[in-house]
C-alpha cells in the first residue's frame, strides 16, 4: 500500500476577494482529489469543514477596498517636495510605485495636502 499525505498551510495577509479565490481553489483540489484511501474520507471531510469555517471568517472580513488603504501619512514631506518640481500626474506615480498605494488614495491624499497649504 502507498501512503501519500500533503498538507498545505497558507500564511498571507489577503485582502477579502482574495481570500475566497484562494479558499476556492483549496476546497476544490480537496474536493476534487482527497477520497482515496481507507482513512480519507474522515480526513478530508474534516479538511472541508475546516475550510468553511475559514471562509465564514473570510466572508466577515473588511472589502478590499480597505484593505488596500495605506497610512500616507509619513510621506507628506516628501509629496509636497515633489509637487513644487513636478507635474501632478507624475507625483501620483511615483507615490504609488513607493508606497503602493491605489491612484483614488494618492489623489486624495494629495487634495488634501494643497487644501491644507
Same mark, same amino acid.
Given at each position: 500500500?502507498?501512503? =501519500? ?25 480537496? #474536493? ?6 481507507? /482513512? $480519507? !474520507?474522515? =480526513?478530508?471531510?474534516?479538511?472541508? =469543514? $475546516?475550510?468553511? /469555517?475559514? +471562509? /465564514?471568517?473570510?466572508?466577515?472580513? *473588511? ?17 509636497? #517636495?515633489?509637487?513644487? +518640481? *513636478? !507635474?501632478?500626474?507624475? =507625483? ?20 488634501? /495636502?494643497?487644501?491644507? $497649504?
Amino acid at each position: 500500500m502507498i501512503v =501519500v499525505f500533503t498538507y498545505r498551510r497558507y500564511d498571507a495577509v489577503v485582502c477579502r476577494a482574495c481570500s475566497f479565490a484562494l479558499l476556492r481553489q483549496t476546497t476544490l483540489h480537496c #474536493a476534487l482529489f482527497g477520497w482515496w484511501g481507507y /482513512i $480519507a !474520507p474522515f =480526513v478530508n471531510a474534516y479538511c472541508l =469543514v $475546516a475550510n468553511a /469555517i475559514e +471562509g /465564514i471568517s473570510a466572508w466577515r472580513m *473588511k472589502d478590499s477596498a480597505d484593505c488596500l488603504m495605506v497610512d500616507l501619512s509619513e510621506e507628506t514631506a516628501y509629496a509636497q #517636495a515633489l509637487l513644487e +518640481g *513636478k !507635474p501632478f500626474d507624475v =507625483v501620483v506615480e511615483v507615490l504609488c510605485e513607493r508606497t503602493g498605494a491605489p491612484p483614488a488614495q494618492i489623489i486624495a491624499f494629495l487634495s488634501q /495636502i494643497d487644501a491644507t $497649504a
